[in-house]
């Protein structure tokens, strides 16, 4: 038979072993997950950049090559004009710093997200990376700089 006090000290250690291991994951997950957010005093100066993006919009895609800065939004006059009532006249900006192109959102009502995760302040878009605003989604096929 098996002392009382033995299982007790196992079970404690097991205990602290499974806060360990649940802690370092948690730690790890965090990194991993970590937005490509950037300072504005390392950003630099704004640069004109050629974004090519596949659009997805009310169940038709479309391909377009545009040239950031410029916003997104159902207003006529964004540099991409969507017809998707949950995006809003002005909803999100692209804008290029130093060769790096970051999307912002403009205090839009139903938000902009990046890669589903919601974007709070200027963070920096990758080839690939999937842009939605409302219903639409914008992915990001390739980035030249000028």
């Known amino acids: 038979m098996i002392p009382i006090a033995a299982v007790a000290n196992f079970e404690t250690a ?9 802690a370092a994951l948690v730690a790890v997950a965090l990194l991993a997950a970590r937005p490509r957010f950037r300072a504005a005093a390392e950003v630099g100066v704004l640069t004109p950049m050629h974004v090519g993006l596949d659009v997805y919009e009310r169940g038709a895609q479309r391909s377009l090559e545009a040239r950031a800065p410029l916003e997104i939004g ?28 970051f999307v912002e959102d403009l205090e839009s009502k139903n938000g902009t997200f990046l890669n589903g995760r919601r974007v709070t302040e200027s963070i920096e878009v990758r080839e690939g990376d999937a842009i939605d605003v409302g219903t639409t989604r914008l992915i990001v096929k390739s980035l030249r700089s000028e």
């Not at 097991?14 to 649940?22: A, H, K, P, Q, V």
């Not at 207003?75 to 290029?96: C, N, P, Q, T, Y």
């Open 74 to 101: 159902r207003s006529k006059g964004s540099g991409i004009s969507l017809h998707d009532s949950e995006v809003s006249r002005r909803h999100a900006r692209l804008a290029a710093h130093d060769g790096t192109l």
């Open 14 to 22: 097991m205990r602290l072993g499974s806060l360990e291991i649940t």
